[in-house]
C-alpha cells in the first residue's frame, strides 16, 4: 500500500467524523495513537475541515463585526496550527528517511513531501463539497452539470497529486531525490517581526 492509499481514508475518515454535527466548536475525536503519522494525518485534515467552514462561515455579508473579527483570529489561529502540522508531518519524512544516502546527482523537489500531503488534505475537502453539490435536490440540472464537471477534474487532480506524492517518496527512498525542511518564518505572527506589534 502507497502512502497515498493510507492518507486518503484517513482524511475522508476525518472529513465525514465532522459532518455527524457539521459544527466548527465540536471537539475533536482522533482514533490514531497520539505520535503516529496516522494521527497526525487525521489532526491534520480535522484542521482544515474545521478551517473550511470557518472560510464559508466568514463570508456571511450579514455577519456581525465584532464577530467576524473574533472568527479572523481565530482563522489566523488555525493557520498557524495547520502551518505547525505541515512541517511536524515533514520531520516525519526526515526521520523516516534519515538513513538514505542520496545519490551524487540527487536533486530536491520544488516542494516538500508534507506540503504536497497538505494539497491532497484540501484537495479531499474539495471532492466532498463537490459531490454535495452534485447530490443537491434543490439546484438546477445546469447547477449539478457543472459541478459534475468539476468533480471530475478534482478527481483526476486527486489521481495525479497521488501519483506524484508517491512518485516522490519513492525517489527519495531510493536517494533519486533529497528533502530539506524550510521554517514558514510567517513574520505577520511574530510580535517582534511584525512593525505592527511591535512599534505599539
Not at 472568527?71 to 493557520?79: A, E, F, V
Given at each position: 500500500?502507497?502512502?497515498?492509499?493510507?492518507?486518503?481514508?484517513?482524511?475522508?475518515?476525518?472529513?465525514?467524523?465532522?459532518?455527524?454535527?457539521?459544527?466548527?466548536?465540536?471537539?475533536?475525536?482522533?482514533?490514531?495513537?497520539?505520535?503516529?503519522?496516522?494521527f497526525?494525518?487525521?489532526?491534520?485534515n480535522?484542521?482544515?475541515?474545521?478551517?473550511?467552514?470557518?472560510?464559508?462561515?466568514?463570508?456571511?455579508?450579514?455577519?456581525?463585526?465584532?464577530?467576524g473579527?473574533?472568527?479572523?483570529?481565530?482563522?489566523?489561529?488555525?493557520?498557524?496550527?495547520?502551518?505547525?502540522?505541515?512541517?511536524?508531518?515533514?520531520?516525519?519524512?526526515?526521520?523516516?528517511?534519515?538513513?538514505?544516502?542520496?545519490?551524487?546527482?540527487?536533486?530536491?523537489?520544488?516542494?516538500?513531501?508534507?506540503?504536497?500531503?497538505?494539497?491532497?488534505?484540501?484537495?479531499?475537502?474539495?471532492?466532498?463539497?463537490?459531490?454535495?453539490?452534485?447530490?443537491?435536490?434543490?439546484?438546477?440540472?445546469?447547477?449539478?452539470?457543472?459541478?459534475?464537471?468539476?468533480?471530475?477534474?478534482?478527481?483526476?487532480?486527486?489521481?495525479?497529486?497521488?501519483?506524484?506524492?508517491?512518485?516522490?517518496?519513492?525517489?527519495i527512498?531510493?536517494?533519486?531525490?533529497?528533502?530539506?525542511?524550510?521554517?514558514?518564518?510567517?513574520?505577520?505572527?511574530?510580535?517582534?517581526?511584525?512593525?505592527?506589534?511591535?512599534?505599539?
Amino acid at each position: 500500500m502507497t502512502f497515498t492509499q493510507r492518507a486518503m481514508p484517513i482524511f475522508e475518515q476525518a472529513i465525514a467524523d465532522y459532518h455527524v454535527t457539521d459544527n466548527v466548536d465540536q471537539p475533536i475525536h482522533n482514533p490514531y495513537v497520539q505520535g503516529s503519522i496516522e494521527f497526525y494525518l487525521y489532526l491534520k485534515n480535522w484542521i482544515d475541515t474545521v478551517q473550511w467552514h470557518f472560510e464559508d462561515l466568514i463570508r456571511d455579508p450579514q455577519i456581525d463585526p465584532v464577530a467576524g473579527m473574533t472568527l479572523k483570529r481565530r482563522i489566523d489561529k488555525s493557520n498557524q496550527d495547520r502551518t505547525d502540522l505541515v512541517e511536524m508531518i515533514d520531520s516525519y519524512f526526515l526521520d523516516f528517511y534519515k538513513d538514505v544516502k542520496p545519490q551524487a546527482d540527487a536533486v530536491i523537489n520544488t516542494e516538500s513531501p508534507a506540503w504536497a500531503v497538505d494539497r491532497l488534505s484540501i484537495l479531499a475537502l474539495k471532492i466532498y463539497h463537490m459531490r454535495e453539490q452534485v447530490a443537491r435536490t434543490d439546484a438546477s440540472a445546469e447547477h449539478i452539470a457543472k459541478c459534475q464537471q468539476k468533480l471530475d477534474v478534482l478527481l483526476e487532480q486527486r489521481k495525479d497529486l497521488s501519483s506524484a506524492i508517491d512518485q516522490l517518496l519513492d525517489d527519495i527512498a531510493a536517494g533519486r531525490k533529497y528533502m530539506k525542511v524550510y521554517k514558514q518564518m510567517k513574520m505577520y505572527n511574530d510580535p517582534s517581526t511584525n512593525p505592527i506589534l511591535y512599534k505599539k
